[in-house]
């Protein structure tokens, strides 16, 4: 039988600036039995400058599921567990929904000790819509694979977030830029809440010439926000809609939207966002 004392803490840390921290998570990593940490390496210094002393063990995304047995079978005995990645809210791009689905599936109590987000934080400056977004994580690591992804996210209404490693921002902003427009608008966030912090607005060909230009901007943490597709001016018509349809089953999504354009007299454009939708 599961104890009504355990709990399974979802702890979220700074992203850069230590006094982001809030009492609450000191508090819950100063009582639990263990903190499970993506690198306790990287963590030790975040729990040495709060005196935490609990013990730690590693998390990540090559022993989650032989780790998480683990820890699932100290929460079964009555023993509380506190979950950190190496920065911000556990579980966005990072290690922890196994170990958190099975906690949930076997009845334990799962608690969220909320704060720090780097994609909330980003998007909270960048004065792109928040009302509606949609958070992608990190693209493929191949540029094919990669443009595949932008590709079908092209007519996404929503505001696009992004996570991107330093050696792979450039190339992505040039794919970005090509498969959702070069004058999209959006917003590189990077090294949030640190000393070396860049909030910068533009297209994405006007950001990725800035990132290209500027080695210390291909550097840290990145976010990358784009303004979700503007919405489609008009409704096709049948008959476009009917050749565009015959095209995409036998060519490219491409070359369909625009030989379709060419036989119809319909905008490109449009053409290309509709078929996007009909692929789906």
């Known amino acids: 039988m599961i104890s009504e004392n ?46 935490v002393s609990t013990p730690c063990v590693a998390l990540h995304e090559h022993n989650e599921r032989e780790q998480s047995s683990r ?40 608690v969220p000790v909320p704060g720090p987000s780097a994609v909330i934080a980003a998007l909270s400056v960048s004065g792109l819509p928040t009302d509606c977004f949609k958070f ?34 450039v190339e992505s902003l040039t794919d970005m830029a090509h498969e959702l427009g070069a004058a999209r608008a959006a917003v590189l966030a990077r090294e949030l809440t640190k000393t070396f912090e860049t909030v910068r607005s533009g297209t994405l060909a006007e ?34 809609e009917r050749v565009l349809g ?6 490219p999504l491409k070359q369909a939207a625009a030989l379709a354009a060419r036989l119809t007299g319909g905008k490109k454009n449009q053409l290309y966002q509709r078929a996007l939708t009909m692929k789906k």
């Open 6 to 51: 355990s709990a399974l803490y979802i702890v979220a840390t700074p992203i850069g600036n230590l006094g982001d921290m809030s009492q609450r998570a000191v508090e819950i990593l100063q009582q639990v039995a263990l903190i499970a940490a993506e690198d306790t390496r990287h963590s030790a210094r975040l729990l040495q400058h709060y005196a």
């Open 207 to 240: 950001l990725g010439e800035f990132v290209s230009s500027d080695p210390n901007q291909q550097k840290g943490e990145i976010v990358v926000l784009v303004e979700g597709a503007p919405a489609v001016e008009s409704a096709l018509d049948a008959e476009a």
């Open 136 to 169: 992608i994580g990190f693209l493929p690591a191949k540029s094919v694979a990669r443009r595949q992804r932008l590709a079908a996210l092209a007519a996404e209404s929503c505001t696009l977030a992004f996570y991107e490693s330093p050696h792979r921002i």
């Open 246 to 251: 015959i095209l995409l089953a036998e060519l």
């Open 71 to 110: 820890l699932l079978q100290r929460l079964a005995n009555g023993e509380s567990v506190a979950l950190i990645s190496d920065a911000g809210t556990p579980l966005l791009s990072d290690p922890g929904f196994h170990l958190v689905q099975q906690a949930r599936q076997q009845g334990i109590r799962v």
